[in-house]
């Protein structure tokens, strides 16, 4: 079974090609080994290629074993406001209101301060719960990484997530959507290295610092490209373009 963003790029390509080509035959073929390079193969009028999906997101170190994802950062901070801060406060029967827990940036080492940030955020909120609002207050801070707690109203009871926020300059960002494909399309071409069959490379977006004119700006220092037929860049929203082909028809 394929993952969502592997459908989901999937099925943009498809749409992307169908509109670009609406006279041609088209038939997908998904490869069941996860294992075993390609995601899928796709025939187009009588020729096959070899199909591959990959994410572009931004890793960030903050203390684990490995980077993770900005996305899976922000996962499990809100899951962390959810289930530890939420719940333990609705079960406790002191939740009224609705409160804001923001984080300015993703905090190194989350899990040596875990325990004292949120004992902080339950004083908050107990002490607070009689209040229709109440000032805001930091509750950690560090190196500008910073954890914030404010009651807003007492209309509903509920504690909401902001942040954190990773900004980047224009000139940073470039660099990182030159590394992030020069990553990508190495990995791809070595994955893919066995595979005689034109190959398409689907990139789905979530780096989300960098509009697709920096990634069409790059696409062609990468090394690695000239070992793709295609490659097709996928946003959020699931309009896609393509980056790069071999094929005039197709850009």
């Given amino acids: 079974m394929k993952s969502a963003s592997e459908e989901f790029c999937k099925d943009s390509f498809d749409k992307f090609l169908a509109n670009l080509l609406p006279d041609s035959v088209m038939l997908w073929h998904e490869v069941e080994q996860r294992d075993e390079p390609p995601e899928f193969y796709l025939v187009v009028d009588g020729t096959k290629y070899a199909v591959e999906v990959t994410q572009l997101m931004q890793k960030v170190n903050v203390g684990t074993k490995k980077p993770l994802p900005v996305g899976t950062i922000r996962d499990l901070l809100q899951e962390f406001v959810a289930d530890e801060i939420e719940s333990v406060a609705r079960d406790n029967d002191y939740l009224h209101g609705a409160y804001l827990v923001?984080?300015?940036?993703?905090?190194?080492?989350?899990?040596?301060?875990?325990?004292?940030?949120?004992?902080?955020?339950?004083?908050?909120?107990?002490?607070?719960?009689?209040?229709?609002?109440?000032?805001?207050?930091?509750?950690?801070?560090?190196?500008?990484?910073?954890?914030?707690?404010?009651?807003i109203h007492d209309r509903e009871n509920k504690v909401m997530m902001g942040g954190p926020t990773i900004l980047k300059w224009e000139g940073e960002a470039l660099a990182d959507v030159r590394q992030l494909l020069d990553s990508s399309l190495g990995e791809k071409e070595y994955k893919l290295r066995n595979i005689s069959s034109p190959k398409v490379l689907l990139l789905h977006d979530k780096y989300h610092f960098a509009d697709v004119e920096a990634y069409k700006s790059c696409i062609s220092s990468i090394t690695s490209l000239a070992s793709f037929h295609t490659v097709f860049f996928v946003e959020s929203n699931g309009k896609g373009l393509v980056l790069y082909s071999q094929n005039p028809k197709w850009i």
């Fill in 102 to 151: 923001s984080f300015s940036k993703p905090i190194d080492n989350f899990a040596n301060v875990k325990t004292m940030i949120q004992g902080e955020l339950l004083t908050y909120i107990q002490s607070t719960q009689g209040l229709s609002n109440a000032p805001r207050k930091v509750v950690y801070k560090s190196a500008g990484q910073k954890c914030e707690i404010k009651k």
